[in-house]
């Protein structure tokens, strides 16, 4: 199986043969877990970071009233851990949405990153402060937008991630969670969430095959709600050439 972390840094960096041998080594141990595993509790200690092969988790918390509030998703080619390592206990839950293919690599082991292969470490720091950013937007989108558009946003930032792994075929995308959470990252209902799909779909927008997907003509839809893609390119400037001596 070829490597999806690989992938994605790959289309950021042209990878040393160090740094691929090193991404190597986060992928070294596999752990399969099932659909509504828990991988990560909540006020738990954080022993391992984990590098998604195959599948996709979320992280969530809940609000007073006991509803659950989905914070972070993550793809295949996704590290799940970094955001909680400055917590001695993780503040979220992070969940199976689907059969998961984990490559658990200890968060000690990230020391090298940093020591011997900076550029990684200013890529994992930087796709943290892209999802926050993108979180950022779906919160914008939840106190301005109506749900059609929210749902449409949602589905143009996950074409969008899946892209930098070449996970789109012939511009279909894989959708695999329920109606039910993406209502819980949106912050709509499972109705709404059915009535948007139906809306985009009426609308020519949206194409449903079973889990996949297709918008047509997404820079057009991307127009009509302000999407931004936070994914294609990023600010690589600042990134160190080599670890200092």
């Given at each position: 199986?070829?490597?999806?972390?690989?992938?994605?840094?790959?289309?950021?960096?042209?990878?040393?043969?160090?740094?691929?041998?090193?991404?190597?080594?986060?992928?070294?141990?596999?752990?399969?877990?099932?659909?509504?595993?828990?991988?990560?509790?909540?006020?738990?200690?954080?022993?391992?970071?984990?590098v998604?092969?195959?599948?996709?988790?979320?992280?969530?918390?809940?609000?007073?009233?006991?509803?659950?509030?989905?914070?972070?998703?993550?793809?295949?080619?996704?590290?799940?851990?970094?955001?909680?390592?400055?917590?001695?206990?993780?503040?979220?839950?992070?969940?199976?949405?689907?059969?998961?293919?984990?490559?658990?690599?200890?968060?000690?082991?990230?020391?090298?990153?940093?020591?011997?292969?900076?550029?990684?470490?200013?890529?994992?720091f930087?796709?943290?402060?892209?999802?926050?950013?993108?979180?950022?937007?779906?919160?914008?989108?939840?106190?301005?937008?109506?749900?059609?558009?929210?749902?449409?946003?949602?589905?143009?930032?996950t074409?969008?991630?899946?892209?930098i792994?070449?996970?789109?075929?012939?511009e279909?995308?894989?959708?695999?969670?329920?109606?039910?959470?993406?209502?819980?990252?949106?912050?709509?209902?499972?109705?709404?969430?059915?009535?948007?799909?139906?809306?985009?779909?009426?609308?020519?927008?949206?194409?449903?095959?079973?889990?996949?997907?297709?918008?047509?003509?997404?820079?057009?839809?991307?127009?009509?709600?302000?999407?931004?893609?936070r994914?294609?390119?990023?600010?690589?400037?600042?990134?160190?050439?080599?670890?200092?001596?």
């Amino acid at each position: 199986m070829s490597s999806c972390l690989v992938a994605k840094l790959s289309h950021y960096l042209s990878l040393t043969d160090a740094e691929r041998a090193f991404l190597a080594h986060m992928e070294g141990d596999h752990l399969s877990l099932p659909r509504r595993s828990t991988v990560i509790g909540g006020r738990t200690r954080i022993g391992n970071v984990f590098v998604v092969r195959e599948g996709w988790l979320y992280a969530h918390t809940t609000d007073v009233e006991g509803q659950q509030i989905i914070t972070e998703l993550f793809h295949p080619g996704d590290v799940v851990g970094i955001s909680q390592l400055g917590c001695e206990l993780s503040t979220l839950v992070y969940t199976a949405a689907t059969d998961l293919e984990l490559c658990p690599f200890p968060k000690e082991g990230l020391r090298d990153a940093f020591a011997y292969h900076p550029r990684l470490a200013a890529l994992f720091f930087t796709f943290v402060t892209l999802e926050r950013v993108s979180m950022l937007d779906r919160l914008r989108a939840s106190t301005s937008m109506n749900p059609r558009d929210r749902v449409a946003l949602f589905l143009l930032q996950t074409r969008a991630r899946q892209s930098i792994t070449g996970r789109l075929k012939k511009e279909w995308f894989l959708m695999p969670l329920s109606q039910q959470l993406i209502g819980n990252v949106v912050g709509l209902s499972i109705v709404s969430v059915n009535r948007a799909l139906r809306v985009l779909e009426d609308q020519g927008h949206l194409a449903r095959e079973g889990r996949m997907m297709s918008l047509k003509n997404h820079e057009r839809l991307a127009a009509e709600v302000d999407f931004t893609d936070r994914d294609y390119e990023i600010d690589c400037s600042w990134f160190p050439d080599r670890a200092v001596a």
